[in-house]
């Protein structure tokens, strides 16, 4: 196991609706990644936050959002569900920014838009 | 724009003999590769990188892969398969631009028979 942790595991909501999911990095990494992979799909890149800024971002509209705060744990919001939105989210920490780093994933939130 | 591809949807291989998961990659600049693998409902887990040096790199749980920059390929493999290996199987890339971020591919699925 990693030590990114994420919750929670599974989550159900309607369309229009709101969702919050949560990430803990690795103890020692500044950086959380968030990714989206949907069903049968590869995972595909929402954002970024580095020492609790916003430090790159995917081709997501701006309804997903995020925060990270000063332990570096970090949240996923995204606003006015649609279906489309069921997926995989994945969070994934690392030490620094460099290209050499190497990041860790959690095991996931399953979310189901109906 | 970087991509990556992995040609094969589905791969099969008996216990016990070689397996070799494909992937090619473009990327502007040097090349920072990665392959993870996912196990059913769970996040996705280191396996190896290449960022510069040996060709080949040795990873977790006898995998090891195979840099090669004139066929820009970074092919997965292990010299005897075990029913364990079993699993879904992702190459990644390492964007240079902005955040750094991972460049997925769509994954393979290895299959591997008693």
């Known amino acids: 196991e990693t030590g990114v942790t994420q919750s929670p595991t599974h989550l159900i909501k309607t369309r229009g609706q709101q969702v919050t999911l949560r990430c803990s990095s690795q103890?020692?990494?500044?950086?959380v990644s968030w990714y989206q992979q949907a069903l049968g799909q590869g995972p595909q890149f929402i954002f970024q936050?580095?020492?609790?800024?916003?430090?790159g971002r995917g081709n997501f509209p701006p309804r997903f959002s995020g925060l990270q705060f000063p332990n570096y744990s970090s949240e996923l919001n995204v606003n006015a569900l649609e279906l489309d939105d069921s997926a995989l989210y994945l969070c994934?920490?690392?030490?620094?920014?460099?290209?050499?780093?190497?990041?860790?994933f959690g095991p996931g939130t399953r979310l189901l838009v109906l | 724009a970087q991509s990556v591809a992995q040609p094969e949807d589905q791969v099969n291989v008996a216990e016990g003999n070689p397996l070799t998961v494909k992937c090619t990659y473009s990327?502007?600049?040097?090349?920072?590769l990665f392959w993870y693998v996912q196990y059913p409902n769970r996040g996705l887990q280191f396996l190896l990188k290449?960022?510069?040096?040996?060709?080949l790199v040795k990873g977790s749980y006898g995998f090891e892969a195979e840099f090669n920059k004139s066929q820009t390929s970074f092919h997965l493999k292990k010299p005897s398969a075990l029913v364990s290996d079993s699993a879904l199987y992702f190459c990644?890339?390492?964007?240079?631009?902005?955040?750094?971020?991972?460049?997925f591919g769509t994954g393979t699925r290895l299959t591997v028979i008693p």
């Open positions: 290449y960022i510069t040096g040996d060709n």
């Open positions: 990644a890339v390492r964007d240079p631009t902005g955040a750094n971020n991972l460049f």
């Open positions: 990327v502007s600049g040097n090349p920072y």
């Open positions: 936050y580095y020492r609790e800024e916003e430090n």
């Open positions: 103890s020692g990494h500044n950086t």
């Open positions: 994934a920490s690392s030490k620094d920014r460099p290209l050499r780093e190497t990041q860790y």
